[in-house]
């Protein structure tokens, strides 16, 4: 076999016909030197005179209904062909050899059909069915709109329906042109008039998904397929019009079923058109965005019934084909159909429900309380099973149609360094400006001043609108967006020293940055969630779990420092004499929001802290290994590591201060000192942070502060649960050390083994606590 993949002579088969040679008899119009100017019995011309292509073309003319047998030829000359090696030669490229191999691929040639089978299967669609076959049908429907929902084409689910097919053949902007058959729908009998108007219905609710998910302000969705294939979804007609259609076939199947035999199925059937008509209704148009919870609530309610009656439903299997996408994309063979079983479907669809009924409770959330609202959009990323995209688009789109991202970060700042709260008024930053700006009044000058900084915050490129844009991925998008969010707060911060020094000289105040430390404490709590996620989706190796708890541990002491400054500020300005009533009330509440922020980042870090050291000593016992990088320097793995955090000196540690942190006894092969003989000190210094830990988690949810000191009343029994499996995880962790300190102090660890819990079996999915056994 030669080295370029083509063809060759073998040298070992001298007798064999040469390959050239035999590719050369395959080439008879395209090889001027083939003499073919006789025939033989079979009508075959021979190889004595020259045939030119025009020859040829005359040849054949004299008879356009002959039949030309090559088959003995072809094989022949395939014969001296070596299996597994492609043809290439002057008269049969490279490109015809490629395309060779894929004809009667099943899963390369587009025709390829097996023996006695039909290019495309004839189905007719207004046949009448039986009432348990069009619930078995509806019920189909259902299975392969759900695949579609976790992202499969729709090629391959909802496409692949006859009936579907039927009322997409041709574009049409009347509604009553849309039928399964020249017949019009009225003529047709009452259970396919009720398909037909399901059908309807459900063509339509996929095209205000899609119009939700591509409305989504961010570049692309990655968990969905929103190609069309040239369809249209009944776009161009009003859903209203379709639920006017689902009324009539509900009014008529009410009666129908009065009279019928299997009232039992009909009234089943009528059940599902019914909360086809719901869910329809329900659907989040962009003039419309605030879909009341109710909706949602009936939508949820009438899916408890949609499995009504499915065990008396039969499948038409002859109702879908794959073969329908031929008429879709020609290029490519056709893919199995996605169909999830009735179970799965069902719950799917009862997940979509109740997520975007919880998406709309955003709506309730005023913009006095952001914190608040981030909570509630993590507690919303943070259900199980995750929610799919188009709960994550309605989610987006009430958050982002509706908001105020002004105001609401006027508001933040409320709470966090303005506790007064009038120079923050709208009223001011709209009040006419004096000719003078030296002659301007204070509140006016300070409203300037506020103004400017909110302004560019919520330009696009400043990452205040990211980091909500964030919050509406998925888990796994959010740790990778937020690195960008850091990188456009911190050029945030650069541009707000300057107005800092502004308000330095109209506010006196014990904080002098008010605005720069704001940001500041943004970019620390989002450098927070990326290390944090990273734990949640197992992306550190074993041997880097130490240095990314001591890295967290760090910022969260950074972040403790400027919050107990901030608070400081807040508590001096509450004791100053002259707040009105209000005033007063919006300092108290801005202190225990301080105080509740400052206990779990403080509980944080001494988790963070306890781990650490644990990981840091087992590494030295032996139990824990480092993966080997031959080619691979510390330094650069360690820049490697923090690449989309060490933006910004406050946040990024050197190597040499994290290679002394990761490695107080030296290097782990040849240690200062033996580390078993300080086992001891660890465990007493790990027992003693993680009880300060427990300590500030238990005075979080404690009656003085609670949920609703952390702005997160609207969402407290996540909130609660949340605060209670970290506490859970302290006890686990003290649990490990007890084990130990019984097993290693003073002696050898051969008696200790370690496992590592995977995502899903921790207490919390942010710390990974190993589970120590002797």
């Known amino acids: 076999m030669e080295p370029s993949g083509y063809a060759s002579r073998n040298s070992n088969d001298s007798d064999d016909v040469d390959v050239t040679d035999a590719v050369k008899q395959l080439s008879l119009l ?45 094989r022949s000359a395939s014969a001296a062909l070596p299996i597994g090696v492609l043809v290439k030669d ?62 499969y084409p729709l090629s391959q689910t909802i496409l692949t329906s006859h009936y579907i097919d039927k009322l997409l053949s041709k574009e049409t902007r009347q509604l009553h042109e849309v039928r399964f058959s020249a017949a019009h729908p009225l003529d047709l009998p009452i259970l396919l008039q009720a398909l037909r108007a399901y059908c309807l219905a459900l063509i339509k609710s996929c095209d205000l998904v899609l119009k939700a998910i591509k409305r989504s302000p961010y570049y692309e969705e990655e968990d969905f397929s929103t190609q069309l294939y040239n369809r249209d979804l009944l776009s161009p007609i009003d859903r209203h019009d379709i639920i006017e259609v689902m009324d009539r076939v509900i009014q008529d199947l009410g009666i129908f079923v009065a009279h019928s035999s299997k009232q039992e199925v009909v009234e089943a059937i009528l059940v ?143 709470n966090w360094v303005f506790p007064l709260g009038d120079a923050l008024n709208p009223v001011d930053s709209s009040s006419s400006s004096p000719a003078r700006y030296d002659d301007a009044p204070y509140r006016i000058k300070v409203s300037q001043c506020i103004s400017q900084f909110t302004l560019a915050a919520t330009a696009e490129s400043m990452g205040y609108l990211d980091m909500f844009r964030a919050l509406c991925q998925n888990r796994c998008r959010l740790r990778r967006l937020l690195p960008h969010v850091l990188r456009d707060l911190d050029a945030l911060e650069e541009r707000s020293f300057f107005l800092d020094n502004v308000l330095a000289d109209l506010i006196p105040t014990t904080l002098r940055n008010l605005l720069s430390t704001w940001t500041l404490c943004q970019r620390l709590q989002v450098a927070q969630w990326v290390i944090q996620l ?165 005075q979080m949810i404690s009656e003085k502060l609670g949920a609703e000191a952390a702005f997160a009343d609207e969402v407290q029994g996540w909130w609660q649960e949340d605060v209670e499996k970290q506490i859970a995880a302290c006890d686990d962790l003290l649990l490990s050390i007890n084990v130990m300190r019984e097993t290693v102090d003073g002696k050898s660890p051969d008696g200790l083994s370690i496992s590592i819990p995977d995502p899903g079996a921790r207490r919390h999915e942010w710390w990974v606590v190993p589970n120590l056994t002797a």
């Open 534 to 698: 990273g734990f949640e989706q197992d992306v550190y190796l074993q041997h880097e779990l130490a240095g990314m708890y001591w890295f967290l541990s760090r910022i969260c002491r950074s972040y403790v420092g400027f919050l107990t400054e901030i608070s400081k500020h807040t508590l001096k300005v509450q004791q100053s004499s002259g707040l009105r009533p209000e005033q007063r009330e919006q300092c108290s509440v801005s202190s225990k929001f301080l105080e509740s922020l400052i206990l779990r980042t403080r509980a944080t870090a001494f988790v963070a802290e306890g781990l650490h050291a644990v990981y840091t000593h087992l590494t030295y016992l032996g139990l824990i290994h480092a993966i080997g990088h031959p080619y691979g320097q510390p330094n650069l793995l360690f820049e490697l590591r923090m690449r989309s955090i060490l933006k910004g000196s406050l946040l990024a540690p050197d190597f040499d201060t994290f290679n002394k942190a990761t490695h107080p006894l030296g290097s782990f092969e040849k240690p200062t000192r033996n580390p078993c003989d300080a086992t001891a000190q660890i465990c007493q210094h790990v027992t003693r942070v993680i009880m300060n830990a427990k300590k500030d988690f238990q």
């Open 90 to 151: 002057e008269s049969f490229p490279l490109q015809e050899t490629v395309g060779a191999l894929e004809i009667m691929d099943t899963k390369m040639d587009s025709g390829a059909l097996a023996p006695g089978e039909a290019f495309e299967d004839i189905y007719n669609a207004a046949d009448e069915l039986r009432p348990e076959e069009v619930l078995g049908v509806m019920d189909q429907l259902l299975r392969v709109e759900m695949a579609w929902h976790q992202g």
């Open 30 to 74: 395209d090889t001027p030197e083939r003499n073919l100017s006789t025939s033989d019995e079979r009508g075959i011309p021979s190889t004595q005179d020259e045939v030119t292509p025009s020859r040829w073309t005359n040849i054949m003319a004299q008879d356009r209904k002959r039949v030309v047998d090559v088959t003995d030829i072809f």
């Open 272 to 414: 599902r058109v019914g909360f086809r008509k719901d869910l329809l209704s329900a659907m989040p148009l962009h003039e419309d965005i605030d879909t009341s919870e109710s909706t949602w609530k009936c939508v949820c309610e009438s899916t408890y019934r949609h499995s009504l009656l499915h065990s008396t439903s039969k499948p038409v299997p002859a109702a879908f084909s794959k073969k329908i996408q031929r008429k879709l994309y020609g290029t490519a063979p056709p893919r199995p159909i996605v169909e999830l079983d009735f179970e799965t479907a069902m719950d799917v669809l009862v997940k979509i429900c109740n997520d975007c009924q919880e998406s709309t409770r955003i709506q309730t959330y005023s913009n006095s309380k952001v914190e608040g609202l981030k909570a509630f959009m993590w507690s919303f990323s943070s259900r199980n099973p995750p929610p799919l995209p188009f709960s994550r688009a309605c989610l987006s789109s009430r958050l982002f149609e509706n908001g105020n991202f002004e105001s609401m970060l006027r508001q933040d700042l409320t």
